[in-house]
Each structure stands twice: as structure tokens, then as C-alpha cells.
């Protein structure tokens, strides 16, 4: 087991020498293994800490480009840089496309902005119009997900306990322990630091004294 997996059976109470309910295999940790990698996959989308950068030689004529990171999976892009041309390109959709100009898919030239199709598909206007330039794809990206101990976690240190305490919390909710499950996710927030993002409010309900009637009394909440 790694280091994420040991942490998660010392905070359910498994002995980790010689646990009694997941095994040191592949089949016994299945379960912690499963959702670590849940929670490695929301946490990159939600901090967009896992980055890669694609090199993509431009070809003359073309609009269109697959992006195939062999290892990873796209999130977004976050920057497209041309090189020779030290330019940054925007990012535009269709429907700016279409506005800008209905026969946008005739335009040829030095690229000056790029789009998205689906996950993988990316566009560029207007289309190159050589093969000279190369550009520098910078994305963020939902690591593969790991099945052996062996393997790197694609995680960094900072966020590390969160993942643990996202499979405790997973772990007892399986169990249907709802408070214990509760106390830790509420601790995978905060390590995130999702709670400064998203303040707690408590609710609050306004009403005009007290009546037997629930009818006449005016009540208000409010919530984030």
C-alpha cells in the first residue's frame, strides 16, 4: 500500500501491519484505491493544480488538431502560445466565430485565436496558412487513475490529505455512519480550501412573534 492508502486505514482504525478488512493487495485495497482516485480526479478539476504542456507542429490548410496527451486526460486549455510570433492566442467559441465573420472557415493566416471541440478537438482561426509555426499548448489535465502501489500519485503534497480524508469520508458513508462521513468531508473542504470560496451561512428564519397558526407566521431563509 502507499502512503495515502496507510494514512486512510490509520484514520478508520485498521491495523496497517496486518489489516482486517482490506488485505495488502490489489483486490483487498480496491475500495481506498477507488476512491483516492475519485478524489484525485475532483480535486485537479477543482484547483486545476495538475498541468502539462503540448508541443503541436501547425500543418498548412488545417483547422482542426486532436490532442492526445497519451497519458492524463484534458481538463482545459489554459494557454496557447505561437512560437516564432511570441503571441498569445485568444480563446473564442463559435458563436464568435460566426459574428466575426459567417465564412470564418475560409480565413488563412498566422493563427490568432483557438477553440474547442468536445475534450480533445482544438481549432484554430484563421487556419495556418504554412507549416513553420509551432505552438505551446498549456493544459490542465485529470491525471489516469493509479492501480497499484507501485505508481506515482499524480497529486501535489498540498492536497494530498485532502484525498484521504475525501476515501475516510467515503468510507463511512459507505458504512452509513452520516456524522462521521460529514466530519471528514467537511475536512476535505477545508484543506481544499473550499470554505473561504463558499462561506457557511447559517440559516435564518425571520418571524412576526409567535402564533399557533403556522399559517400566519412569515418566515424568510436565506443561504448560500
Not at 504542456?53 to 486549455?77: C, G, M, N, S, V
Not at 505508481?151 to 458513508?173: H, M, N, S, T
Request: hydrophobic letters at 35%; charged letters at 30%.
Amino acid at each position: 500500500m502507499n502512503t495515502l492508502e496507510t494514512h486512510v486505514l490509520e484514520l478508520i482504525g485498521e491495523d496497517t501491519s496486518s489489516p482486517d478488512v482490506f488485505s495488502d493487495d490489489d483486490t483487498g485495497m480496491a475500495p481506498i484505491r477507488e476512491s483516492l482516485n475519485d478524489a484525485i480526479e475532483e480535486i485537479s478539476m477543482l484547483t486545476g493544480s495538475g498541468k502539462r504542456t503540448y508541443h503541436l507542429p501547425l500543418k498548412a490548410d488545417h483547422h482542426f488538431y486532436r490532442l492526445d496527451f497519451r497519458q492524463d486526460d484534458i481538463a482545459w486549455l489554459t494557454n496557447v502560445w505561437i512560437f516564432g510570433r511570441r503571441r498569445r492566442l485568444d480563446q473564442v467559441d463559435f458563436n464568435w466565430l460566426l459574428q466575426y465573420n459567417p465564412r470564418w472557415l475560409h480565413n488563412s493566416g498566422p493563427p490568432e485565436r483557438y477553440f474547442m471541440i468536445g475534450v480533445d478537438i482544438v481549432g484554430f482561426h484563421p487556419m495556418a496558412d504554412t507549416s513553420s509555426d509551432i505552438l505551446e499548448i498549456e493544459a490542465v489535465v485529470i491525471p489516469d487513475r493509479y492501480t497499484s502501489d507501485e505508481e506515482r500519485i499524480k497529486l501535489r503534497d498540498d492536497y494530498q490529505w485532502a484525498a484521504v480524508y475525501y476515501a475516510v469520508g467515503e468510507f463511512y458513508a459507505g458504512r452509513g455512519d452520516a456524522k462521521n462521513a460529514i466530519a471528514n468531508h467537511n475536512k476535505y473542504l477545508k484543506r481544499l480550501g473550499i470554505q473561504q470560496l463558499y462561506p457557511e451561512q447559517a440559516e435564518r428564519e425571520y418571524g412576526l412573534g409567535r402564533s399557533s397558526d403556522p399559517y400566519k407566521a412569515v418566515s424568510e431563509r436565506s443561504r448560500w
